[in-house]
């Protein structure tokens, strides 16, 4: 199994350009998640999505857009970005209410710099 | 406000036992976490502790909760250089939301 995946791994934008990160789970969990990491701040939930179909706002979405494309596959899209979206971001998934609580499997992340 | 606080840094010898706190904000957690992040890579999880408990063991790892003081603490004995990372403690307070702390950077000298 390769978990959770993510691409690109690096990515350098202009001010204003557009781009989609991609996130896949093999794990067949029900519901995914993207973060933001930012030095200090820890991570800041965007997006989220409880199960296919469904997606809902986390705590920082403004500037952000997301597609629950299939059980699988979750796509991040940022319209026009701009230098505050410069962040570490990480997908995530797991399968709440299992025994043992919601632990969440992570992405190795997308590093993104828009200038 | 929903901010769950760490010390950012904590630098310990190879052998001496680590100690990571943490303080959240919202009682009605069941569950709250230790993850791991090493450089480049996302995070993992160490262990949790269900909020009825006040302290858990997993090998070296010891969780203690204080639900009265909202403090949670992770403790690692013979902390060995391989544990230098960056170490997030998180609480749930409904599902789908998860909140982590601001993570706590352990460097262990040889």
């Known amino acids: 199994n390769a978990g959770v995946t993510q691409t690109p791994k690096f990515q350098v934008l202009k001010t204003g350009q557009s781009m989609t990160l991609q996130c896949a789970q093999d794990?067949?969990?029900?519901?995914m998640y993207w973060y933001r990491q930012d030095p200090g701040m820890g991570l800041r939930l965007i997006y989220y999505?409880?199960?296919?179909?469904?997606?809902d706002k986390g705590e920082v979405p403004n500037g952000y857009n997301v597609s629950r494309l299939n059980k699988r596959e979750f796509s991040l899209r940022l319209e026009s970005a701009a230098p505050s979206q410069t962040s570490v971001y990480f997908c995530?998934?797991?399968?709440?209410?299992?025994?043992?609580?919601?632990?969440?499997?992570f992405g190795p992340g997308t590093r993104l710099t828009v200038l | 406000g929903e901010d769950v606080e760490q010390s950012l840094f904590l630098s310990v010898r190879e052998g001496d036992s680590s100690v990571i706190n943490c303080t959240y904000t919202?009682?009605?957690?069941?569950?709250l976490y230790w993850y791991k992040q090493e450089p480049g890579a996302g995070l993992q999880l160490l262990t949790y502790?269900?909020?009825?408990?006040d302290m858990k063991q997993d090998q070296r790892l010891t969780v203690l909760l204080n639900k009265k003081d909202k403090h949670l603490s992770l403790r690692i004995a013979d902390t060995q250089t391989g544990d230098s990372a960056i170490y997030f403690c998180?609480?749930?307070?409904?599902?789908?939301?998860?909140?982590f702390g601001t993570g706590t950077r352990l460097k262990v000298l040889a």
């Open positions: 995530a998934s797991s399968d709440p209410g299992l025994a043992g609580g919601d632990e969440q499997f």
């Open positions: 794990m067949n969990h029900n519901s």
């Open positions: 999505s409880a199960s296919e179909g469904t997606t």
């Open positions: 919202d009682s009605s957690s069941t569950y």
């Open positions: 502790i269900f909020s009825n408990m």
């Open positions: 998180a609480e749930t307070p409904g599902t789908y939301k998860y909140i």
